[in-house]
């Protein structure tokens, strides 16, 4: 074994602040403090700031500035988009179609529309996570006001038919929202080209090398939403609350780099996922969740058989390495991740997940780190696993 | 989340393994897929060695670690009567919503004993409700 390393893997849950996005945002931490609200000159630097953001976020998304609402998050923002449509909507109709692999930022509104007698489809997914085009047609009722499918999954990284699912949702005029947190920095957007049929997008900054509690919401001119915060009159009426200023810059310049060194950035995290899954996948009774290739550069979502995946994770992080786990132990939930369960894992299986998310930090020696130390744990935990005979073990 | 007893038990465990001669071997399991066999070779009512094997997170592993600790030695009346409140003292405390992985200890080491009792030709101890 090598000198231990620090590597983080787990970018997916969240991401370091660039400096120059750190820079950019002290100046309104410190003396640029104003409320940007306020008439005088700190306030309007504040306001300028703002505005400056906004059309950064735009210009990154190819949407108009006014198509922009600043959000606390992508919690916010998803769950704004989908009560906010519901109420508005729900003279109309009462019929929401989503899936069941959705963020809970999703799934839990959802839910809660539920109790409040709304009706909700949960399309099902194949084993890859794919949403099947035809099945949200065959969904869809008279009285569907809204339709919710993410961009790409968090957990494990399939990008969904989002471009064909929004025809479909045009077609039927029926407004079409998708939580893009995991994409932004990793696809490029355009609201008004490619991403046409999409009406509302939900991002975050901290996904993004941003700061976290800033998001925002892509609302599409013309549609109908009822307010989710309501106060003051701050984001053209829509989002009450003193903005974030700092926050905003920082989710600005964020953005700007991120899609501005989308290419080259793809690139490396590619060269480095597929590295890291071949050798990963040389490790016995290990599979791949999620789409060999309609797949996030980034993420990769392993499954291996007689362990659990919360003594992995740990066992990991005593070597340094920052993971994640769709196992139920390490959330406290009784089930285990509710996507894995979706792309029809059984339990047992579901149970010893990993996650590993690359980032811009991540380097061809953490790979290497990751390679050495990855195999050693995974023995470590089989040879205590009562379910587990080396003898048995599948070679490859 | 985990105290630094409990990391101890879980990345350094005491007792892996099997006994070849084990004379009571048990085995126990949760609804959470959490699953420990335990391995006791038994000698003039002492428990004279434990093992044992689990399936789990590092509750489950450090609680089984700790158990097959806590009874090695012990006459068997004494190691029945370990409970899953001695096991997550002993390891100094264990997280809310993870006390029920120090009872896989007990159960499995329940069942051990049983074996034991069933080849000896005494019958089970019943369980406390």
Redesign the interface.
Known sequence: MGEKRFVYMDHAATTFTKPEVFEAMLPFLKEHFGNPSSLYSIGREGKEAVETAREQLAKALGASPEEIYFTSGGTESDNWAIKGTAFARRKKGKHIITTPIEHHAVLYPCKYLETQGFDVTYLPVDSYGLVDPAEVEAAIRDDTILLSVMYANNEIGTIEPIHEIGEIAREHEIPFHTDAVQVIGKIPLEMEKKEKNVDMLALSSHKFYGPKGIGALYLREGIEIDNYMHGGSQERKKRAGTENVAGIVGLGKAIELATGNLEKHNEKMKRLRDRLLKGVLKISDCRLNGHPEKCLSNNLNFSFE???G??LL??LD?MGICSSTG????S?S?E?SHVLRAIGLP??IA?GSLRLTLGDDNSEEDIDYVLEVLPETVEKLR?????YKPENACKK | M?NKKV?DH??N?RN?GEIEDANGVG?AGN???????IFLKIRDDRVEDAKF?????????ASSSMATELIKGKTLKEAWELTNEDVAEALEGLPP??LECSVLSREAIHSAINEYRRKQGLGALPEQT
């Open positions: 007689y362990i659990e919360e003594s740990l066992m005593e196992s139920a132990c390490s406290g009784p285990p339990p047992e149970q040879v205590m696993s009562p379910f | 985990y990391m879980f990345m465990p892996v085995e609804p959470h897929g959490d699953y420990m066999k094997k689990t399936f789990g997170c590092a509750a489950a592993i919503g993870k």
